[in-house]
Structures are given as C-alpha cells and as structure tokens.
C-alpha cells in the first residue's frame, strides 16, 4: 500500500497544473449529454448564474473593515493603506465592491480569483489590479523554487507573457487539491451543467414548434409523393407553423392529406423533474437553499426567514468571507502588521431583523450595560448626540457575594 503512495503520479506546481484544473480555451470540456460547458457559458444556466450572483453580491456588499487591534478589544483603522482599498476604492478603475464581486465570481466559476497588487515606494499598497484567471498559470522556478504567476496580457498591451512573483499576486482560491491551485467548479460540475444546458435546449428547440410534441402530414392509401414533393411541403409547413407567434394558423392541405398529432414521449413529460433536479443539484454545490433560488415547492414561512439567514450566514457565507480574511491577512499586510491590524467582514449586517426584533435586542444590551445610546443609533445608521456614550445598567443587580451583606450582624 505504501509503495504505490509513493508511486503515484503528483501535481507539482513547476508544471502546468493539469487540465482539469484550467479552463479549456478550445470549446470547452466535453460533457456526457454532448453539450461543450466552460466558465462563461455556464453562466447560461440561470440556477447556476443566480448562485454566482447572489454569492458575490453578498460578499461584495457586507462591510469590509481594516481593524487596530487594542490591550481589550479593537477599533476602526481608517488611516490604514488598506482600508480605503478593501472599503472604497481598489483601483482608479473599480470601486471595491465591484473589485470584490469579480474576484469572487472568477473563484465561483474558475476557481481562482486573482489580482496584481501595485506597491508603492514605501512597500505600502497603492491599488489592487484583478488578473484573468484564464490567461494565469502557476509556475515555480527549478533553480531559485520560488512561486511565479505566469500571465498572458491583453491584446491591447501586446498580448506578451509576463512572470510575477507571488508576493505580488493576491490569491483567493475555492477547494483545492494542493494548496496552490483552486480546482474549478465548472470542471467539476460539468456534466451536471451539460445536462441543465441540455434540458434548455431541448425546451427551446420544444417552444420553437410551438410547443407541440410532433406532427404527421398524412397522405392518403396509394398516394406516393416524390422528393420534391415531399421537400416543398415540408418547407412550406414549418414555414407556416413553426415558433409559437404562428401557432392556430390556419393550414391548407392537398391532394387528400391529413394531420397527426404524435403523443408526447416519456422524455417530454419529465422535463420539469429534469430541470427541478438540475436546479437542486446546483443549489448543493455552492450552498444555496431552493426559496433562494425561487424554485416553486420550496418551503418559506415568514418565521423561518431569520433562520435560513442565519444558516446561510454560518454554512454557506463564512467559508467564503473568512477565506478573503485569511488570504488579506497573509499577502496584503506586511509582517510586522499582522500582530496588530486585521481585517474582518461584518457578518451583523445580515442579521438585522424586523423592527420588534431589532428594538427588543437593543433594549437587552442597554439594560445589561452593553450597549450605549449611541451604539444603538449608530446600529440604526442614524447620528450619535453628545453624551450618548455613557454606558447604564439596572440598579438592582448585584453580584452574587454581595447578596446579603447588608444583613449580616456588625462586630460591636
């Protein structure tokens, strides 16, 4: 067993990484149902498309916040060089929502979400620049066996090759086989997609009859017709009657001819169930619930709206937003930061419930001397006033060794 461990052939990252980890350029990769799938035509798939947006769009919208660690606790580090980058603005191009939400939809389709991050003369960071994860390969140089990103620019700049050491590439990767490379959800969920592109088509091919299951022109006992015929009537009948703007027209038949309906075939009835299990089984991939989706049948009450928040905050958003933490954490900040800036994303601005709710949590933290006036009404989005910083709490509480030492008996 342990001898053929150790002959198993391994991807090193000197290599190309293997193709089942890059996009094909070529087509795309071959899919069981016969549809080519890549990363840009997948996107066809709405179920698919929905689950690349809603990810994105969450994670691009939630606060991104540069922090300064304090001796108790932490606070907001505005004069950072990172804040204004992960918060703003991250290139003279991009606001950092947009910049977030395509290197989240490139690691969400590509697996991979790569960008050049510009230095200034100080070693501080001036901009982050998103690098197409198509055009990337990973490299380690055989001599120095130090990481390179090998990127393909534009045609606009020459479409030359250039080598970029790690240090100047922030990484973000989805599910990986080795640490350096994320493996691509596309690949991996081909055929899956093949057969939801598949089922699509065979809906619009279906539509553009005018959703009829077939028809038969019959001609009557004796009658032969010859290829030209046969070709004219052809032609002119779906030139009359195919796409649903010309169903109900009238048709014309000759020479004793009649019409035949063909029932519809087992496949056509499960179209629907095919289309269902196709949405579900992207829903599993990337961790989106069916009501998130819009499918019809998905169980939704109103109550259980706070608690599908609550497990799409824990089972599906953490993984990705701490991902993105990590990765600032390891590559953006220089080393003697670490100790002392962080950044984190805030998750709280999902869970703001109704008004009830809100008012009645703020109310708890207040009595219990956690919350300030100020924190409520910042929390609200509304201005603080002053004095609206002291911090009450309930007269009546005491701690539980002091619970009867009033009572007890005084030494003469």
């Not at 395509?102 to 100080?122: D, M, P, Q, S, V």
Request: aromatic share 8%.
């Amino acid at each position: 067993m342990l001898r053929s461990m150790i002959g198993q052939k391994r991807f090193h990252p000197s290599q190309d990484p293997p193709e089942s980890l890059r996009h094909s350029v070529w087509g795309g990769w071959e899919t069981d149902a016969g549809v080519d799938v890549t990363p840009d035509s997948a996107l066809q798939v709405t179920a698919w498309l929905a689950c690349v947006r809603i990810l994105s769009e969450v994670i691009a919208s939630l606060p991104y916040i540069t922090y300064r660690r304090l001796s108790r606790g932490k606070e907001r580090a505005t004069d950072h060089y990172l804040y204004p980058i992960l918060h703003d603005i991250a290139n003279p191009e991009m606001s950092a929502f947009t910049f977030r939400q395509l290197l989240t939809a490139h690691e969400l389709t590509r697996g991979n979400g790569l960008a050049e991050i510009e230095f200034n003369k100080a070693g501080g960071i001036n901009a982050l620049w998103p690098l197409d994860p198509d055009k990337t390969q990973l490299y380690r140089d055989p001599a120095s066996k130090k990481l390179y990103y090998i990127v393909t620019l534009p045609d606009s700049v020459g479409g030359n090759k250039v080598r970029l050491a790690s240090e100047r590439v922030f990484h973000i990767k989805w599910m990986t086989s080795n640490g350096l490379w994320g493996m691509s959800p596309t690949w991996l969920a081909r055929n899956t997609l093949g057969m939801s592109m598949a089922t699509e088509k065979h809906a619009a091919t279906f539509f553009a009859n005018g959703a009829e299951p077939g028809i038969l022109l019959k001609t009557p006992q004796g009658v032969t017709l010859d290829d030209d015929a046969y070709t004219r009537l052809q032609n002119d009948w779906e030139d009359m009657h195919q796409g649903l703007e010309k169903a109900h027209r009238v048709a014309i038949l000759e020479d004793g001819m009649s019409v035949e309906k063909l029932s519809m075939t087992q496949e056509d009835a499960q179209w629907l169930q095919t289309t269902k299990m196709g949405i579900a089984n992207i829903g599993r991939i990337f961790g989106i619930s069916l009501d998130m989706l819009n499918e019809d049948g998905a169980s939704t009450t109103y109550a259980s709206v706070e608690q599908f928040t609550v497990r799409f905050r824990t089972f599906t958003l953490m993984a990705h937003t701490t991902r993105w933490d990590s990765e600032v954490n390891r590559t953006l900040l220089a080393p003697g930061e670490r100790g002392s800036i962080f950044v984190e994303h805030l998750l709280d601005a999902l869970m703001r419930g109704d008004s009830a709710s809100r008012w009645a949590a703020y109310t708890a933290g207040f009595q219990t001397g956690v919350n300030s006036p100020n924190d409520i009404l910042e929390a609200e989005n509304r201005n603080p006033f002053e004095g609206g910083d002291q911090h009450f709490i309930m007269s009546n509480m005491l701690p539980i060794d002091k619970i009867g030492a009033d009572a007890a008996p005084k030494a003469p």
